[in-house]
């Protein structure tokens, strides 16, 4: 259930020289793609996905805010969720909406009732992001999110104690980070791969807002996958729920 932009606009400690950033990408795009996925540049960002079905989409009516879901979750109609017939709770997807190609990431966490001929009912807020409110039902394609790879950065003592976009403090010892997409609470492995080094990161915050960048990791995840120094490294995403 995926992608919020939050007003806040988080920027790494390191600044790093655009012709070096450009460097790094030149590395990213030499990266080959698994035989059964494709590659969507969005941006200067890569999320390699697999293509699960075409349909339609609507969304889940506001009556259900805080009912149980099939998952056992309640149901927030703020959240980037979804419900679909077959796919195991905790799947996340991407949700592209096929007559104006906004998309959303989402999280499944409800069945949808057998009787309902769309592929998937999208939560409010997935629906607003997709721009589908007015009118309830549209063309849309499903995508399994497989990976994502791209640029990471750090964040540190300048924003040490304050604020997070999901509203904790930050706390630079922690194994925490910004993503501009991913619902907040999702555990995501972070490979360097520049040395295969990799950490487990919470997602508690938006960003980075630097064109060519995926995520703004914490100065202690910076740290376990040796990437302080350098400022920014190319990475490997995978999520892994939460």
Same mark, same amino acid.
């Given at each position: 259930?995926?992608?919020?932009?939050?007003?806040?606009?988080?920027?790494?400690?390191?600044?790093?020289?655009?012709?070096?950033?450009?460097?790094?990408?030149?590395?990213?795009?030499?990266? =080959?793609?698994?035989?059964?996925?494709?590659?969507?540049?969005?941006?200067?960002?890569?999320?390699?996905?697999?293509?699960?079905?075409?349909?339609?989409?609507?969304?889940?009516?506001?009556?259900?805010?805080?009912?149980?879901?099939? =998952?056992?979750?309640?149901?927030?109609?703020?959240?980037?969720?979804?419900?679909?017939?077959?796919?195991?709770?905790?799947?996340?997807?991407?949700?592209?909406?096929?007559?104006?190609n906004?998309?959303?990431?989402?999280?499944?966490?409800? +069945?949808?009732?057998?009787?309902?001929?769309n592929i998937?009912?999208?939560?409010?807020?997935?629906?607003?992001?997709l721009?589908?409110?007015?009118?309830?039902?549209? +063309?849309?394609?499903?995508?399994?999110?497989?990976?994502?790879?791209?640029?990471?950065?750090?964040?540190?003592?300048?924003?040490?104690?304050?604020?997070?976009?999901?509203?904790?403090i930050?706390?630079?010892?922690?194994?925490?980070?910004?993503?501009?997409?991913?619902?907040?609470?999702?555990r995501?492995?972070?490979?360097?791969?520049?040395?295969?080094?990799?950490?487990?990161?919470?997602?508690?915050? +938006?960003?980075?807002?630097?064109?060519?960048?995926?995520?703004?990791?914490?100065?202690e995840?910076?740290?376990?996958?040796?990437?302080?120094?350098?400022?920014?490294?190319?990475?490997?995403?995978?999520?892994?729920?939460?």
């Amino acid at each position: 259930m995926l992608i919020v932009f939050s007003s806040l606009t988080i920027c790494p400690l390191i600044i790093s020289d655009v012709c070096e950033a450009q460097d790094e990408f030149t590395k990213l795009q030499s990266l =080959s793609d698994g035989t059964n996925s494709h590659q969507h540049k969005v941006g200067e960002v890569i999320i390699s996905s697999d293509l699960i079905e075409t349909g339609t989409a609507t969304w889940i009516s506001n009556s259900f805010q805080g009912k149980v879901t099939a =998952s056992g979750e309640k149901y927030d109609n703020k959240s980037l969720v979804a419900a679909h017939s077959t796919l195991p709770f905790g799947t996340f997807v991407k949700v592209t909406n096929r007559e104006n190609n906004r998309f959303v990431v989402v999280k499944i966490n409800d +069945r949808k009732p057998s009787s309902e001929t769309n592929i998937i009912v999208v939560s409010w807020e997935a629906a607003r992001q997709l721009d589908m409110i007015e009118k309830g039902k549209v +063309r849309v394609k499903i995508e399994a999110m497989s990976g994502q790879y791209g640029i990471a950065s750090w964040y540190g003592p300048p924003f040490h104690g304050r604020l997070t976009a999901n509203g904790e403090i930050y706390d630079m010892s922690k194994l925490t980070a910004a993503h501009k997409e991913l619902p907040f609470n999702t555990r995501v492995r972070v490979t360097n791969l520049d040395n295969g080094k990799s950490v487990v990161v919470r997602i508690n915050d +938006r960003g980075p807002f630097v064109k060519g960048r995926i995520i703004d990791l914490s100065k202690e995840a910076a740290r376990m996958i040796d990437m302080v120094n350098a400022g920014i490294s190319v990475v490997e995403l995978s999520i892994l729920g939460q």
